[in-house]
């Protein structure tokens, strides 16, 4: 069973940054992916962000050059840097881990970005 907890949301206004922690625990292997999706009311989930536990990092094309993904492998944290943040980043963030084929996902962490 693998646990992950977020903290990190919040309000902020646009143009402003936040950084999300998602912290895993439980039994976690080595070779695993970790990062966010995110869910905007009425809008289907979508990836943000994903980072192999080796350091390889992807985004979607919306957030590229605005958000950083980044983990701590001994701590077993990953982390999202958001800056530059606009209010159509609006959205519950989730961050997950995937191992062995298997998703586990934290309960959503809410970012309101205000015009």
């Known amino acids: 069973q693998v646990q992950l907890v977020e903290s990190g949301g919040g309000l902020v206004q646009a143009g402003g940054s936040l950084r999300l922690s998602c912290t895993a625990s439980g039994i976690i292997f080595s070779n695993n992916v970790m990062g966010w999706y995110r869910q905007a009311p009425g809008a289907q989930r979508e990836l943000v962000a994903s980072m192999l536990s080796g350091s390889r990092a992807s985004y979607a094309d919306s957030v590229k050059g605005r958000f950083t993904i980044s983990r701590d492998n001994a701590k077993r944290t990953a982390y999202l840097q958001m800056n530059s943040l606009k209010p159509e980043d609006t959205a519950v963030y989730y961050c997950?881990?995937?191992?062995?084929?298997?998703?586990?996902w934290g309960p959503g962490t809410q970012v309101t970005v205000s015009s």
């Open positions: 997950y881990l995937q191992q062995l084929g298997r998703n586990s």
